[in-house]
């Protein structure tokens, strides 16, 4: 018998063997156990995730003469004919191929034939997205109103390009991408049918790389073995699949965890020089960070859903770096991921950011001045906040607006007469001067307050975060996490809860996107500052605190002065009780 590739041989035959889509399983098994079978359906979802196998295994559901409940028996001659793709009452179509007006015109004249072998005549259109739009047309009325014993099984992975009167003629079933977890299950049982030999790290690199399709798992698998004789390994699986194997990728994080700078772009020479792609390398890095997160939070055994942990918590152990340090990382590549593909040099573009992740401290987010995030040293400290280095020149300012210059909440001062900020040295030399002009800054926007402008903010809040997300849906899912703090007749003060958002927002391409989505929705320019709620929330605390010690503190007024003031001097008449 000639060689089947494993993803044929182990094509479901039953539906207690089709796995990673319960909902679609449960829903035809009670359609055929109830008798009430439609005429049209439709699967659509990802490459690989058993649209192809459920049709063909309800074809053959449906047409058993000894069917267990909703199961086929797998040995009738309508079993074992479907099975093999010799029936012919059962056809399958390539609709990329067959897309034109005039095989479906053919189709259409076929379906009035009764069938010969079995009960049910079943049509298989896959990729049925490619038919064009005069094919469509001509399967309409076929497809709303077909012959008793006949039944359309339409299969897609672009359910969006079909017309709405074929989706509303069929019973949609969206198949989701199958779990990680799930797919590695099936391939612990194909390596222990086949007697080859497979380390746990390597079927979950495997099942990673196939991105929630088991046939793509299967076919790398089959790959692997062939690659490894049987002998499967995290390093022969990174070699078919072009990746980097998680042991080293744990070694490079610590590697930037411990600033070995060197060490760390040695590693990734050695990559390259294997053949290892940077778009690769970055992914892969992201895959590791998020699982490093994750074991850092939950510390169980199953933090993975079943992958191994361990590697993850010698890591954590050694470095002993902090989940805001990896938050940040996660960012930073994460960025980087999205803009590799414009790049000229995508190998220069990830040393740059592996260096500046480095860089960062294990405890958090550096700063361009180390001032800025230090926390206040006093009572009177103004709060950490984020503001773009320059006022925008607004189309009709105010008088106030244009009598007061503002200067960046989170930016050194310029000495008098000087068009540019000192050095972070001037800074040091200063250490007060940076947190007053701060606190002053926001004193003054504090100070110009408008209540019926922030209510008016307040309340087109929603319009401007449909406008932002309609021009940028990045800048959106940052956005939607700040609240607005406080408006003046010129700036918008908003607070966030996470330093990581904050920032995000105030990127030149983000802070002007929702400035202008201020423009557009509120017809005014407004200036965009951002702070840390908790910053703010103790600013208020402070100034609330102030006004009361003031009120106490106020001297008491004389009650003799008072009587003379009441009633005049000629009526007080003052005793001495001794």
Known sequence: ?????????????????????????????????????????????????????????????????ARNGSEPCNECDACVSITRGNNVDVEE???????????????RDKVHYLPTTVSKKVYIVDEVHMLTTEAFNALLKTLEEPPAHVVFLLATTEAHRLPSTIVSRCQRFDFHRIATETIVERLSEVVQHQQWTAEATALWKLAEAADGGLRDALGLLEQ??????????????????????????LSLVADLAAAEHLKALDRLASWYANGKDPTRIANDLLQVFRDLFIVMLARGDDALAGKPVEPYRAIIDDTKVSTEWILTALTKLGELYTQMRYVEQPRLALETCLLTV?????????????????????RGAAPTAVAPTAVRPSAAPTASAA????????????????????????????????????????????????????????????????????????????????DVALVTDY??????????????????TDRQTIEAAFQVILERDFQLFALLKSDWDDYLAEREASQRQAESEQPQRDIVAAAVELFGADKVILEDEG
Request: contains cysteine; aromatic residues 6%.
């Open 491 to 508: 700036a918008v003060v908003l607070s966030f809860g996470s330093k990581i958002h904050r920032e995000a927002v105030m990127k030149a």
């Open 403 to 482: 009598a007061v210059p503002i200067t960046p909440l989170n930016q050194p001062v310029a000495e008098p007469g000087s068009t540019r900020a000192p050095s972070q040295a001037a800074t040091r030399r200063r250490p007060g001067a940076t947190g007053d002009r701060k606190r002053e800054t926001l004193e003054r926007l504090f100070a110009e307050r408008n209540p019926e402008l922030e209510d008016m903010v307040k309340l087109r809040w929603p319009d401007v975060l449909d406008k932002v997300k309609s021009d940028r849906i990045q800048t959106h899912a940052w956005l939607t996490h700040g």
């Open 93 to 107: 179509i390539d609709a990329a191929s067959n897309r034109g007006v005039d095989e479906i015109r053919e189709l």
């Open 1 to 65: 018998m000639a060689y089947q590739a494993l993803y044929r041989t182990w094509r479901p035959q039953s539906f207690a063997d089709f796995i990673g889509q319960p909902h679609v399983r449960q829903t035809l098994m009670n359609a055929i156990a109830s008798g009430q079978v439609a005429h049209a359906y439709l699967f659509c979802g990802p490459r690989g995730t058993g649209k192809t196998s459920a049709a063909k295994l309800f074809a053959k559901a449906i047409n058993c003469t």
């Open 224 to 249: 692997a073995a062939a690659f490894g004789q049987g002998s499967i390994s995290e390093e022969e699986v990174a070699s078919v699949i072009g990746g980097v194997d998680t042991r080293a990728l």
């Open 358 to 378: 480095s860089a960062l401290p294990r405890g958090g987010k550096a700063e361009a001045v180390p001032i800025a995030t230090a926390e206040p040293a006093q």
